[in-house]
Nanobody, 118 residues
Framework: VQLVESGGGLVQPGGSLRLSCAGS????????IGWFRQAPGKEREGVSC????????YYTDSVKGRFTISRDNAKNTVYLQMNSLKPEDTAVYYC????????????WGQGTQVTVSS
C-alpha cells in the first residue's frame, strides 16, 4: 500500500505544474486526499483536500484561486493543478489519504520537490 507523488520540478514565477498522487494497493476514492507542503525550516502545512463522499474541496487561503484539486477515479489518482506559482510555494509537497479532510492521514507519499525560482 503506497501513495506515489510525481510532477514536481523547477518552474519560473508565474508558471504552472500539475502534481499527481497515485494509489498503489489503495483505492483513493474511498479516502479523503490531502496535499501538504513543507518548506525548509518551516512546519508542514495543509494546502488542499478533497473529500471522499461528495468531493468537497478545501484550500488554504494562500493558494485559493491558483490551485485546483481533482480526482480521476479511473486512474486512481488525485491531482493538484498549480498555476501562477510564486517563490513562496517552494516546498516538498506530500499527499496523504485519510478518513476525512479534518483527520490525520493514514497513508503518506514520499513527497515531490517544487521549486519556484527565476
Amino acid at each position: 500500500v503506497q501513495l506515489v507523488e510525481s510532477g514536481g520540478g523547477l518552474v519560473q514565477p508565474g508558471g504552472s505544474l500539475r502534481l499527481s498522487c497515485a494509489g498503489s494497493g489503495l483505492t483513493l476514492d474511498y479516502y479523503a486526499i490531502g496535499w501538504f507542503r513543507q518548506a525548509p525550516g518551516k512546519e508542514r502545512e495543509g494546502v488542499s483536500c478533497i473529500g471522499s463522499n461528495d468531493g468537497t474541496t478545501y484550500y488554504t487561503d494562500s493558494v485559493k484561486g491558483r490551485f485546483t484539486i481533482s480526482r480521476d477515479n479511473a486512474k486512481n489518482t488525485v491531482y493538484l493543478q498549480m498555476n501562477s506559482l510564486k517563490p513562496e510555494d517552494t516546498a516538498v509537497y506530500y499527499c496523504a489519504a485519510g478518513p476525512g479532510c479534518a483527520d490525520d492521514g493514514d497513508y503518506w507519499g514520499q513527497g515531490t520537490q517544487v521549486t519556484v525560482s527565476s
